[in-house]
C-alpha cells in the first residue's frame, strides 16, 4: 500500500548512510540526516539548519540547485523533486547516478547543493518580480 513499510524505511536510512558515508570519504563531512515529514533531509552546517542540500525520496537522491548548477541537471535529463505543498521544497533535482557512484564527483556536486542551499535556502523569500515584459529565448 501507500504507508511506508518498516522494510521501506529500512532500506532508505541504509542508503541515506551510504551516501553520507560516500561523501565523507571525499572530505564532505558534518552531514547529517533529519526527516521532514516523511523524507529524508541532508543538512550541513554551512547551509544552516533550515535548508537541506538534499532529500532522499522513493529511493532517488536530490541535490538542491541554484541558477548556475541547474543547468548540468537538466542537461544530464534529470527530473526536478516534486513536494507536497508544491512550494515547500524547490529547486532540487535528481543527482545524476553516474555521479552517485562516484565519490569524488558526488561530493563536488554535493558541496554545489550546500552552496546552493545557503544561498538560496528558505530563510531569505524574495518577491516575485515576473512582470518584465515578454522573456528573452
Known sequence: GLNMTAAH???ETSMVNRIVARLASAELTGVTVRRLGRIPALFHPSAGPDTPFAL???GELFFK???DTV???IASGMRPFRSEPPQALRGYFAVPPEVIVDAEALAAWG????ASAAQFGRRRPRPLRR???PAAG
Open 131 to 133: 512582470r518584465r515584459g
Open 71 to 73: 543547468t548540468k541537471y
Open 56 to 58: 532522499m525520496s522513493d
Open 111 to 114: 558541496l554545489a547543493a550546500v
Open 65 to 67: 540547485t541554484g541558477p
Open 9 to 11: 524505511r529500512n532500506d
